[in-house]
């Protein structure tokens, strides 16, 4: 019994070194995302606390060799849509937004700063703000975005490219609040 | 993708850097944006736009504490063992329909009958007096019995003031200190240069002692800064049993492990705890003053000895280190190895 208790105590300690060695370096990634979708510093450090609770519980199920962040975003995108009674991600009054932006392709600013950048971020509903963290900050590819989010390829598509002419939109009212020049 | 205009490359340069594209429209972006220079000044724009927005969000971070009590919570649970078996080769079938196959379903059903009983031990056990705290899911509220198991014992908090009288009595008006011995090092590591990791807490206050002291069942790191006539000690024990109020010592929760306070005959005591050391401000000022000081001047020890504790912390599990030394010897007898 007690070589049985060693062994089972070796694994687990052997798993969860494994474990910490390979996930733990991206806590402050899902943080990001989780800061996005809570909107609260303290709530989105519980959904990554609870993100790796069940990452761990379940890391017999992760396959070696495929991609352990993209698994685990999914895992976080899990929990909060669980929390959230499965209401996953809906455009929510921003409709008429779009259809105002949607028919012009603002220019990109040439000269911007980081807070600049975060305030129009900000700006965003988190359907289209959370899209485009995944895909131009952490860069994830747009199929393990869908899988992560549970939404079809073609939406997160549409919504990183509304997204995105909605961020340079923001942007653009910034830079011209600003003084700078916006290149035609 | 057959032709490639101002249009056409606006609508995919994004996709482009995420390298979403396939290689024939890379190859048509590039050729456009070398003729066209509007394309290319939108080009570089973005890039920009993209690369302020990876610096912008990588300044999110995870707070320390939040980290260390991930980190003590995914201990916790692996040290209940609480982890899901690990699939064997020949497990693909899976496990429900492995309960059908009848020569796996009685000892299934003894396994489950047998893990119904344990469940209402260890259900007793919770309910016994003096157990250890288990881990706290984040979401629960703590009991009593839970924050009361972190309380500093009143012995800790006599030792503490004792050893503040005693070492203040040699400091004299004109005491200064070179920082803490080498001789630290035996006795705990972490508080090597403990006097330079407090420098950052102890602004405007001097240096006039840092030692080793205590007796065989209690020793100290301990620092005396003298501030407007006043000297204040801040000390660095092992949160041993003699330390905690019920005499064993919890599981760290970080988040339930508040500063304490304690009064000892004119002197007051604030206290900080990490999973292995206690860390305490004594001084004669007024409550609420030792209590401001005990934040600034802790604070950065504790920050620093819970970091040198998570690092340590895994492969310092005496369990594991035991009951691996016991499998070394069994193999060992059996002339075999690890695998």
Redesign the interface.
């Known amino acids: 019994m007690i070589e049985d208790s060693a062994q089972n105590q070796l694994q687990r300690l052997q798993r969860l070194q494994a474990f910490e060695t390979e996930a733990l370096g991206f806590t402050s990634q899902l943080y990001r995302v989780a800061l996005r979708l809570c909107r609260d510093k303290a709530k989105a450090e519980d959904l990554v606390q609870e993100t790796y609770l069940q990452a761990w519980r379940s890391f017999h199920r992760f396959v070696q060799g495929t991609n352990l962040r993209a698994w685990l975003y999914k895992i976080m995108f899990n929990v909060y849509y669980s929390g959230q009674r499965r209401e996953k991600l809906q455009f929510v009054g921003t409709e008429e937004t779009i259809a105002e932006t949607i028919a012009y392709d603002p220019p990109t600013p040439q000269q911007l700063t980081d807070e600049e950048v975060l305030a129009a971020l900000e700006q965003l509903p988190k359907d289209f703000q959370v899209p485009i963290l995944l895909a131009d900050v952490e860069e994830l590819s747009y199929r393990e975005i869908a899988d992560a989010m549970g939404i079809p390829i073609g939406t997160v598509m549409s919504r990183l490219h509304r997204g995105r002419k909605l961020l340079r939109t923001e942007l653009t009212g910034y830079a011209r609040n600003a003084g700078y020049t916006i290149s035609k | 993708m057959q032709k490639m205009d101002c249009h056409n490359f606006?609508?995919v340069l994004?996709?482009y850097?995420?390298?979403?594209l396939t290689v024939e429209t890379n190859h048509l972006i590039l050729h456009h944006a070398e003729r066209c220079p509007?394309c290319r000044?939108?080009m570089?724009?973005?890039r920009?736009?993209?690369l302020?927005?990876?610096?912008?969000?990588?300044?999110?971070?995870?707070?320390d504490d939040?980290?260390e009590?991930?980190?003590t919570?995914?201990?916790a649970?692996?040290?209940a063992?609480?982890?899901?078996?690990?699939?064997s080769a020949g497990s693909r079938r899976g496990w429900w329909a492995a309960f059908f196959d009848l020569k796996l379903a009685l000892p299934m059903m003894a396994g489950v009958a047998a893990l119904l009983v344990a469940a209402i031990g260890v259900a007793t056990y919770m309910q016994s007096p003096g157990r250890l705290p288990i881990p706290l899911d984040?979401?629960e509220t703590p009991s009593a019995g839970q924050v009361a198991a972190l309380h500093l014992s009143n012995a800790l908090m006599t030792e503490a003031a004792s050893g503040h009288r005693k070492c203040a009595s040699h400091v004299k008006s004109d005491s200064t200190s070179q920082g803490m011995p080498d001789e630290v090092n035996d006795l705990d590591p972490a508080c090597v240069d403990l006097d330079k990791i407090a420098a950052e807490g102890a602004q405007g206050l001097q240096l006039c002692l840092a030692h080793v002291c205590g007796d065989p069942d209690r020793h100290f790191a301990h620092l005396i800064y003298r501030h407007e006539g006043q000297l204040i000690s801040l000390l660095v024990t092992p949160r041993d049993g003699r330390a905690m109020q019920t005499g064993q010592v919890p599981i760290f929760v970080a988040r339930l492990a508040e500063l304490q306070e304690s009064q000892q005959t004119e002197l007051n005591l604030n206290a900080y705890q990490t999973e292995k050391r206690v860390i305490l401000v004594v001084s004669a000022l007024p409550k609420s003053e030792n209590e401001k000081l005990a934040h600034t001047l802790a604070l950065p020890v504790v920050k620093h000895i819970r970091r040198i504790e998570n690092q340590a912390a895994?492969l310092k599990?005496p369990?594991?280190d035991r009951?691996?030394a016991?499998?070394e010897l069994?193999s060992t007898a059996r002339g075999g190895g690890l695998r």
């Open positions: 606006k609508e994004d996709s850097f995420c390298e979403e509007p000044s939108e570089a724009s973005r920009n736009l993209r302020a927005l990876q610096r912008a969000c990588a300044q999110d971070q995870m707070s939040a980290c009590r991930l980190r919570l995914l201990r649970e692996a040290k063992g609480y982890v899901a078996k690990v699939k984040p979401a895994l599990w369990e594991f009951n691996f016991e499998i069994l």
